[in-house]
C-alpha cells in the first residue's frame, strides 16, 4: 500500500525559506514520477514542481528560481526547498507520485496523495 508522508510546513515571513520532505513507502519510490502540488484557500489545487526516475525536473512559472525538488531515493524521500517565499505561497502543500510512470507527463494517471502539510507567508 503506497503512503506519502509531509512534513516541514509551517508559518514563515515574506522572503524566509522552508523546506518540505516527503516520505514514500509501499512502492519503489525512484522509479516513478513525484512531485509537489499546492492548495490555497478557495482556490484549486496546483501543480508545483515534479521530477522524474531519472532526476528530470518540472516547476510552475510562478515558482522558478525559488523552489527546488529534489530526491533520495536510498531514502525515499522527496523534498521541496522553497526560497523567498511570498504570501501568494501559503497554501497546503501536498506530495504525490505516479505509480507506474517513470516520467512525468502531467497527467498523474495513477495518483497517490500524502496528506499534506501547511505552509503560511505573512507579508
Known amino acids: 500500500q503506497v503512503h506519502l508522508v509531509e512534513s516541514g510546513g509551517g508559518s514563515v515571513q515574506a522572503g524566509g525559506s522552508l523546506r518540505l520532505s516527503c516520505v514514500a513507502s509501499?512502492?519503489?519510490?525512484?522509479?516513478?514520477?513525484v512531485g509537489w502540488f499546492r492548495q490555497a484557500p478557495g482556490k484549486a489545487r496546483e501543480e508545483v514542481a515534479t521530477?522524474?526516475?531519472?532526476?528530470?525536473?518540472g516547476y510552475a512559472d510562478s515558482v522558478k528560481g525559488r523552489f527546488t525538488i529534489s530526491k533520495d531515493d536510498a531514502k525515499s524521500t522527496l523534498y521541496l526547498q522553497m526560497n523567498a517565499l511570498k504570501p501568494d505561497d501559503t497554501g497546503m502543500y501536498y506530495c504525490?507520485?505516479?505509480?507506474?510512470?517513470?516520467?512525468?507527463?502531467?497527467?498523474?494517471?495513477?495518483?497517490?496523495w500524502g496528506r499534506g502539510t501547511p505552509v503560511a507567508v505573512s507579508s
Open positions: 509501499g512502492y519503489t519510490f525512484g522509479s516513478f514520477c
Open positions: 504525490a507520485a505516479d505509480v507506474g510512470f517513470a516520467r512525468c507527463t502531467g497527467r498523474w494517471v495513477n495518483r497517490y
Open positions: 521530477i522524474d526516475s531519472a532526476g528530470d525536473t
